[in-house]
């Protein structure tokens, strides 16, 4: 039985283009970061926003498939 689970969805926006770089063994590492925005009404009925931002670093050929098909401004769906 698990002691317990953490699962995220995040949709949002890329802030810039995938990073890749390679370690030691050759095994593809890409970062970007991805935003995700929020509306709400504040105590007064005013809208307002709130962007949070998510580092992300995925590996081996995921990473590889990031730099191909992930630009900056793109919507992207994370599980």
């Known amino acids: ?7 995220v969805i995040l949709v949002g926006h890329l802030g810039k283009d995938p990073e890749i770089r390679y370690t030691p063994n ?3 590492v890409a970062t970007f970061s991805v935003a995700t ?3 709400f009404k504040d105590k007064e009925g ?3 926003d709130r962007t949070e931002w998510h580092n992300i670093v ?3 050929r995921l990473a590889e498939i990031a730099q191909n098909y992930l630009k900056k401004g793109g919507q992207v769906y994370l599980e």
């Open 1 to 7: 039985m698990a002691k317990s689970v953490n699962k």
């Open 46 to 48: 005013n809208w307002g």
């Open 37 to 39: 925005n929020e509306r």
């Open 58 to 60: 995925v590996w081996d």
């Open 26 to 28: 050759n095994t593809a």
